[in-house]
C-alpha cells in the first residue's frame, strides 16, 4: 500500500515557475513506477510525465516536453515535478501517481488528492 500526500501547487504568471512535491509513504517506494497527471476543468485527465524506479527513465507528454522535469528521491520517498515556462493551459489539478510503467491512467494504482496550479495570463 501506498499513500501519496502532494504540495508545491499555487497560483503563477505565466512564465514562471513551479515545483511540485509527492511525498509517499510506504517502505516499497523505490519499487514503483511514479508519475505525474493532470486533469483541467471539462477535459479529460491527461499523462503529464513518469518516471523509473532508478530514475534513469523518463518519459514526458509532447505538451510539457522540454519545459517540465521529473525526478525522484529514493531515500526520501519523494517524487517532483519541476515545471518551467508555465503556460495558461498549464492550468489543471496535477495528481501524483504510482503503479506500472504507462501513459494511461489504468497503469497506476495509487493516486495523491490532487494539487491545483493555476497559471495566469
Known amino acids: 500500500q501506498v499513500q501519496l500526500d502532494e504540495s508545491g501547487g499555487g497560483l503563477v504568471q505565466a512564465g514562471g515557475s513551479l515545483r511540485l512535491t509527492c511525498a509517499a509513504s510506504?517502505?516499497?517506494?523505490?519499487?514503483?513506477?511514479m508519475g505525474w497527471f493532470r486533469q483541467a476543468p471539462g477535459r479529460e485527465r491527461e499523462f503529464v510525465a513518469t518516471?523509473?524506479?532508478?530514475?534513469?527513465?523518463?518519459r514526458y507528454a509532447d505538451s510539457v516536453t522540454g519545459r517540465f522535469t521529473i525526478s525522484r528521491d529514493n531515500a526520501k520517498n519523494t517524487v517532483y515535478l519541476q515545471m518551467n515556462s508555465l503556460k495558461p493551459e498549464d492550468t489543471a489539478v496535477y495528481y501524483c501517481v504510482a503503479g506500472s510503467y504507462g501513459v494511461t491512467a489504468t497503469a497506476y494504482d495509487y493516486w495523491g488528492q490532487g494539487n491545483q496550479v493555476t497559471v495566469s495570463s
Open positions: 518516471i523509473s524506479w532508478s530514475g534513469g527513465s523518463k
Open positions: 510506504g517502505r516499497t517506494f523505490n519499487r514503483y513506477i
